[in-house]
């Protein structure tokens, strides 16, 4: 046995010398051969001890299986305590747990996935319920409708107070009639990152010869993102369906490089397919071969 101890005080001396009565507790709970030699004893307290023998088993190196022994005042008899298998101070281990809200990355969302949204979420604040009430001297007020009814019934016949500007169609409008809504915060993050992948300094919009914001292929959005992205639809460039920075560019804007048109071939020199007739045999004694002048088809004349 080694004589190892971590604590100042000293081991009882018979919970010590228990080392059989630990390795036998240790290997009845693990499995055969995995228990290894006797490492040290510590005392835990009076009369109470803890025997540690290496772990074997290679996925758990570093490891010890730890015997605690007791016995009672003025016993000899040493029984056991417990049995477990504790990390040393160089074992492998696990590392530390993380949340799994904090271990979601983008992209791990499959489907029929559900990814709770917390209730403080930074990203989003609320919406527009519609338990607002505006103030009573406020053009949308219910107070101010009946006033302009009154008023518009004494001059015309229409009874009907326009739905149209008031509070609830322009948060329709606005979109902000929903539980919640982007926060200032999370539309500056969902901004920030778009630029970081389709933004000016990417590598594909510094080399582009243009950039998106005079590109045929843009679809604008509205809202206040649509002062600085748009959607790209030019199914050849890499960010085809995504939300790009006005400022990105790539190789497929639409004004980049007109398609050149095809070669058209060159007039004909002749203006005439005519064939010229040619005598087989050489012309007799005297005839000089030449062909006279009004024998000549017009066209060789230059005549049209
Ligand atoms: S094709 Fe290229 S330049 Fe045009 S909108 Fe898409 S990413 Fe921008």
Redesign the pocket.
């Known amino acids: 046995m080694s004589a190892a101890t971590t604590r100042s005080r000293t081991p009882d001396r018979l919970c010590a010398e228990a080392v059989d009565l630990a390795r036998t507790a240790a290997e009845e709970a693990a499995a055969p051969g995995v228990v290894g030699e006797h490492v040290s004893a510590i005392a835990e307290g009076d009369r109470v001890v803890t025997h540690l023998f290496e772990c074997k088993d290679p996925g758990y190196r570093g490891w010890r299986w730890a015997v605690t022994v007791t016995r009672a005042s003025r016993a000899k008899l040493v029984t056991l305590n417990e049995t477990v298998l504790l990390p040393g101070d160089d074992a492998l281990l696990a590392p530390e747990w993380v949340p799994w809200s904090e271990r979601l990355r983008p992209g791990d969302m499959g489907p029929g996935d559900l990814l709770p949204t917390d209730a403080e979420d930074l990203r989003l604040e609320a919406g527009w319920s519609g338990e607002d009430v505006p103030p009573p001297n406020s053009v949308v007020s219910t107070e101010m409708a009946e006033l302009v009814e009154a008023e518009d019934a004494d001059v015309t016949d229409r009874t009907v107070v326009p739905v149209r500007g008031s509070i609830a169609a322009v948060a329709e409008e606005l979109g902000m009639r929903r539980a919640r809504v982007l926060s200032r915060y999370g539309l500056h993050s969902a901004a920030d990152r778009w630029d970081e992948s389709f933004g000016a300094k990417t590598p594909m919009a510094q080399a582009?010869p243009a950039s998106?914001v005079s590109?045929g292929?843009?679809v604008a959005i509205g809202g206040s993102l649509g002062q600085a992205f748009g959607v790209?639809a030019?199914e050849f460039?890499p960010?085809d369906g995504r939300l790009?920075s006005l400022s990105?560019?790539?190789g497929?804007?639409?004004e980049a490089a007109v398609m050149p048109k095809p070669p058209r071939p060159a007039p004909p020199v002749l203006d005439s397919m005519a064939t010229d007739e040619f005598p087989l045999r050489p012309a007799p004694a005297g005839d000089t071969g030449s062909v006279p002048v009004s024998d000549l088809p017009a066209a060789d004349l230059g005549h049209s």
Do not use: P, R
């Open positions: 582009a998106c590109c292929f843009l790209c030019n460039s960010a790009v990105y560019g790539c497929g804007h639409s």
